[in-house]
């Protein structure tokens, strides 16, 4: 089964930026989900939340 959530690992290297940034990016994906009513959870986002916000489309599977 595919993982559905993006760790701040994966981020940092998906962007080629630092852990510290990555979760920085994570927190602020995931207060816009609380906002919208969502559950989340600290230090993971919704891989394809992930992929619409940063690149404006889910990303495609290989």
């Known amino acids: 089964m595919d993982n559905k959530f993006i760790c ?3 981020v940092a290297q998906e962007l080629s ?3 510290p940034y990555a979760y920085k990016l994570i927190r602020q994906l995931n207060e816009e989900l609380k906002a919208k009513g969502f559950i989340t959870i600290t230090g993971r986002v919704n891989r394809q939340y992930f992929y619409e916000r940063l690149y ?3 990303k495609e599977e290989k």
């Open 56 to 58: 404006g489309a889910e």
């Open 8 to 10: 701040a690992e994966e």
């Open 17 to 19: 930026v630092s852990k």
